[in-house]
């Protein structure tokens, strides 16, 4: 045996552990990497239901308020009046479509009740919201808005609101336009603000584009 292959051989030996292992950890990161599908949806959004309407995405969750839980409305934040701490509930004995509706019920003229969702949204795009609504003997505060959608900045600035709704009327369809501008996320709010009487809020859409 040649002795000058001695030196040789013990370079190698950690050269070749050394790219036995880089090889073992970037097989590992590929092993790991196949466990998560290229194509996976977030639990977000595979559970948005589809537009009624439309075969545009209903981009709004929990739109019919018929996922409740025993505390809290599931996706969305309830903000009732601080002198009226129950105005916001699920009403499981009035809807528009399903089994309840979301209902802000008010004693005080001064009260003031939102229930509001963080949408994700693409910036500089048009979009869509309906609703349908539900009044009885609202009134309102002089100067002061009543019941309506709205869509802010996530920093609690308005963007839009729909139109107005007071007094008693039966379910109707309400439907404004946006454009999301520089947000990536935009608040949409369901309102009664500074005002007495019933509103009722159910099958909320917010879809991309204009209809
Ligand atoms: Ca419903």
Redesign the pocket.
């Known amino acids: 045996m040649n002795a000058a292959k001695y030196p040789t051989a013990l370079w190698l030996v950690p050269l070749v552990l050394f790219l036995a292992t880089m090889f073992q950890c970037i097989a590992s990161d590929q092993d790991k990497n196949r466990l998560v599908p290229a194509d996976v949806k977030t639990p977000e959004a595979a559970t948005r239901e589809p537009s009624a309407e439309s075969l545009r995405e209903n981009l709004v969750m929990n739109s019919?308020?018929?996922k409740s839980g025993q505390d809290e409305l599931e996706y969305w934040a309830l903000m009732p009046a601080k002198s009226e701490l129950s105005a916001i509930t699920v009403d499981g004995a009035e809807?528009?479509?399903?089994?309840?509706?979301l209902r802000i019920s008010q004693a005080n003229a001064d009260s003031f009740s939102v229930c509001k969702q963080n949408i994700p949204v693409e910036p500089g795009t048009d979009y869509t919201v309906t609703c349908w609504m539900k009044g009885e003997n609202i009134v309102i505060t002089e100067g002061c808005e009543g019941a309506h959608v709205l869509i802010g900045k996530t920093d609690g600035h308005g963007i839009k609101g729909a139109a107005i709704q007071q007094g008693s009327f039966p379910w109707k369809k309400t439907a404004m336009t946006f454009n999301s501008g520089s947000e990536n996320t935009v608040t949409l709010q369901l309102y009664l603000h500074l005002s007495t009487g019933d509103v009722w809020y159910?099958?909320i859409e917010m879809v991309k584009g204009l209809e």
């Open positions: 019919g308020f018929e809807s528009h479509s399903g089994n309840s509706s159910d099958d």
